[in-house]
């Protein structure tokens, strides 16, 4: 039996919790994807620790806002074919 699960996690209203949650799923081997939403990812101490965590966990998170030209960016239908994909989805 393969307990190994695409995990998705929609970063919605905390930016650093999400991806501190998102880097710890990947302990278990999960595959986990991280979407960004809302708004820009904020220039702070806490979400720039974070951020390591995720280059350290081989994440490389996606966004849905435009503006936030650093990252891969998915429309409404790729992030629908995203949260489609996975095992689960996480709404943090």
């Given at each position: 039996?393969n307990?190994?699960?695409k995990?998705?996690?929609?970063a919605?209203?905390?930016?650093?919790?999400?991806?501190?949650?998102a880097?710890g799923?990947?302990?278990?081997?999960h595959q986990v994807?991280?979407v960004?939403?809302?708004?820009?990812?904020?220039e702070t101490e806490?979400n720039a620790?974070m951020?390591?965590?995720l280059a350290l966990?081989?994440?490389?998170?996606?966004?849905?806002v435009?503006?936030?030209?650093?990252?891969a960016?998915?429309?409404a239908?790729?992030?629908?074919a995203a949260?489609a994909?996975?095992?689960?989805?996480?709404?943090?």
């Amino acid at each position: 039996m393969n307990t190994k699960r695409k995990l998705l996690v929609l970063a919605r209203r905390d930016h650093a919790e999400a991806m501190r949650v998102a880097a710890g799923l990947t302990i278990f081997g999960h595959q986990v994807r991280l979407v960004f939403m809302d708004r820009l990812v904020a220039e702070t101490e806490e979400n720039a620790a974070m951020a390591e965590l995720l280059a350290l966990s081989d994440i490389a998170p996606e966004t849905t806002v435009a503006e936030q030209t650093d990252l891969a960016y998915l429309d409404a239908a790729a992030l629908g074919a995203a949260i489609a994909e996975a095992d689960g989805v996480l709404s943090l």
